[in-house]
């Protein structure tokens, strides 16, 4: 049996393994999926220990920036992002990373919640690596415009420089906007401490504005609160990301897309 692994630091939480165990269920592919704890000074040794007989890994917080350093190649996705969160073991023992977390947050938003990008205005609020990480294929769906908004403006600016090639990319400090926009994506890391990021609430249109928080949690997040709050016409949590982002590292190992609606149904019941 094929033996895949999420490595990260804490991952007692982690939903990968449930997930990639239905996948395995429902498309009949024999594999095992587990959930390693690597330690923080350690993840280079894990994933060196894991793979000397497991096939490939998912990697998550806070290993995907070392990871992109670790591997052989690059995907395209994954080069630009910086950082790695699906590694496969080539035939010829090399690694390949790719990163999966863009492509799983644009599929959730236009399949799973049916809300096309094309000609949007979105806001993408958080200047880290995640939202360094979605920010191409978010360009590639073709949004009028995604602008970059960070606590720390730098950061935002330096982001849209990198990725000014790729599409109409702009950055602003949180102040700096208040006229409404069509959808807000949270890629700041603040729920994790009970914190919304400080903007204003002009910039949800009531009734119109989607709003998109990339966390996900049992209750509505923070964020998805302040959103509903101010009359955002829908709040979307991470869960669907997350599962997306795990169908196409299963479609990248194993070459068959898993159906991803019975399995969010599962893990939202
Ligand atoms: P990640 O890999 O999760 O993106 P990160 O690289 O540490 O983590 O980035 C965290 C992001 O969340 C940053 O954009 C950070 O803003 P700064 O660059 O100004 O630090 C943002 N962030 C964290 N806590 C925040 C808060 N309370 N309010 C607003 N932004 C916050």
Redo the contacts with the bound molecule.
Sequence with gaps: MDRYAVIGNPIGHSKSPQIHRLFAEQTGQQISYEAVLAPLDGFASTLQHFLADGRGVNVT?PFKEQAWTLVDQHSAAAAKAGAVNTISLQEDGSLLGDNTDGKGLVRDIQVNAGLSLRGLRVLLV??????RGVIQPILAAGPAQLCVV???VE?AEQLASLFAEDGPISAAGFQWIEEPVDLIIN????SL?G?V??MSPKLIRPGHTWCYDMMYAKEPTVFNRWAAEHGAARCVDGLGMLVEQAAEAFLLWRGVRPDTAPVLQTLRG
């Design positions: 917080v958080g200047a880290g690596g995640a939202a960070n606590r720390t950061k890629a700041t890391s603040a401490g914190a990021p400080d």
